[in-house]
């Protein structure tokens, strides 16, 4: 039986760079999102995003050749993220999901992996 191409291979490289792109454009401007942001270069950010994201959606491991397992939840504990954070990087996602030149069903496929992890990054009620 043939494996069926996960979200990876069906999105590929350049979208995926695009849905970057697109997603932090819109949280660098987004005022609950930016301050999570501001001690880093955009540059470092945008490219640990894109190796996070191309093996979470089933490419290549670099993230974890480069920085050991991800472990998102413990490396985002110093920061305070809340529910609302986390529906506000989600409504970032959903528009920059929705903006990529794919197929309606990629987008569906490709935005409701987001959804559990983001949640999952909650630490902090408010």
Known sequence: MEELPNIYERLGADNLQLLVDYFYDLVFTDEQL?????NTPKEVIKNKQLLFLTQFLGGPGAYSELYGHPKMRARHMPHEI????????????????????IDEQLKKDL??????MAFHMVNTEK
């Open 34 to 38: 930016a301050p999570l942001f501001s």
């Open 111 to 116: 935005f409701s992996a987001f959804p559990k």
């Open 82 to 101: 809340t529910e609302s954070k986390a529906i506000a990087w989600l409504q970032c996602m959903n528009k920059a999901v929705y903006r990529l030149p």
